[in-house]
């Protein structure tokens, strides 16, 4: 008889207490996530403010940094932590902000690949944000100043640092400029 490993909730991950340790929830089952690097933040809160920037005076919705959970799947619960996300007014009416995991998909999730990444996990998260919902997943990989852009049912688009970045569903008339994710 072998022993099986426990299943957690997303309630159960919300109250975990683990001091220098991140985790992401699928299906049931806990997924240590290793604290990325300073430049990696970096470029999070350049795309971050990219978005923000942009999101804010239309009034379009939220943005939100720094691994927010997202509840994707019950029973067993998965919970996936997204570095950037754009969630619409539409997904999510304006007002209090959940204190906990959204039971929702955002429309954007940016995914900054970090050196303890390996390419087929990566690769497996991509397409499970996709399958959960997500409209459109930013793959940014720092080390070939790229950023791969995945629509569902849509040819991958690899964009260079000297290519603009746009996203007109479900940002219309967003414009960025790839270099400015990765200038020092």
Known sequence: MSASRPQYTAEALLRMTSPGKQYELVRGELVEMTPPGFRHGEIIVR??????????????GRVVCADPGF???RNPDTVLAPDVAFVSYQRLPPGDSPTGYPALAPELVVEVMSPSDSPGDVQAKTEAWLSFGVDIVWLVDPS????AVYE???PVRLLSETDRLSCESPLPELDGDIREFFED
């Open 71 to 73: 509840l994707l799947e």
């Open 47 to 60: 795309i971050a403010h990219l978005l923000r920037e942009h999101v804010r005076p239309r009034r379009l």
């Open 152 to 154: 569902g049912g849509k």
């Open 144 to 147: 070939t100043r790229t950023v």
